[in-house]
């Protein structure tokens, strides 16, 4: 990113999970700070599933260097492809991507610590699903020390 758009710009957080609500959103960040002068940080993140953690009443860790290295690696993977595909290319100066290891809301809510504005996507599946708010959607509209959009449908095309 460069220095001249880093310095003092308003910075938007938004979370990223590769879901077409978390694309939307990411594309709505990215025309936001354009507008304001701002930058966006791209925020991933990734935790062992609970499937992986217990198989037969045994758990399974995800402990190893490599493992986790791997892992970690995958989710960056994932957040670039995102990056690539949803933010033109004049506007790739204003995008880092971060990828964390915790709790989604956990993870975007200190993320936004000090940020304009946290953005994240919305998952409804079907009328009834629609008219509610995502867990994560919810925890960080009730938690973030500052203004949560969240993002229903694609307002940016």
Avoid at 54 to 65: G, I, K, L, M, N
Avoid at 91 to 105: E, F, I, K, L
Wanted: contains cysteine; hydrophobic residues 50%.
């Amino acid at each position: 990113m460069s220095a001249s758009i880093a310095n003092d710009a308003p910075r938007i957080v938004v979370g990223v999970d590769g879901s077409a609500g978390s694309r939307a959103a990411l594309r709505w960040a990215v025309r936001q700070a354009a507008l304001g002068s701002g930058i966006v940080d791209a925020v991933m993140a990734w935790q062992v599933s609970a499937e992986l953690q217990s198989f037969a009443r045994t758990p399974v860790y995800a402990e190893e260097p490599g493992e986790v290295a791997a892992l970690a690696a995958d989710a960056k993977k994932s957040l670039e492809a995102v990056v690539r595909d949803e933010v033109e290319p004049a506007d790739c100066q204003r995008v880092t991507s971060r990828v964390v290891n915790g709790h989604p809301a956990e993870v975007l809510l200190e993320a936004s610590v000090g940020a304009a504005l946290l953005v994240v996507g919305h998952r409804g599946h079907g009328a009834f699903a629609d008219a509610l708010l995502g867990s994560v959607g919810q925890y960080c509209v009730q938690h973030a020390q500052c203004p949560v959009l969240v993002m229903r449908g694609d307002l940016c095309a």
